[in-house]
């Protein structure tokens, strides 16, 4: 069996639909598990600071067809 070793695709978050991006941005909120600091954010602004950070394409979402999922990534 060979190993496929796919590209990435990016998808623009405006493709999505509504409840697809809520969907995908809290799947990475909730799999990050980021420190915050010594104030707790609630789980709404956590998503409300990922929607920013792609808004600003300060991130991308990306889908690797070899797993088959979706995940975003921060740009450096």
Do not use: G, T, W
């Given at each position: 069996m060979s190993k496929q070793n796919s590209e990435p695709v990016l998808i623009p978050y405006t493709e999505l639909t509504a409840e697809a991006?809520?969907?995908?941005?809290?799947?990475?909120v909730l799999r990050e598990g980021t420190e915050y600091g010594a104030q707790e954010i609630s789980l709404e602004q956590k998503v409300a600071q990922v929607l920013r950070q792609l808004q600003?394409?300060?991130a991308q979402i990306v889908f690797d067809p070899d797993t088959e999922s979706v995940d975003i990534v921060v740009r450096a």
């Open positions: 991006l809520q969907r995908v941005i809290e799947s990475f600003r394409k300060e």
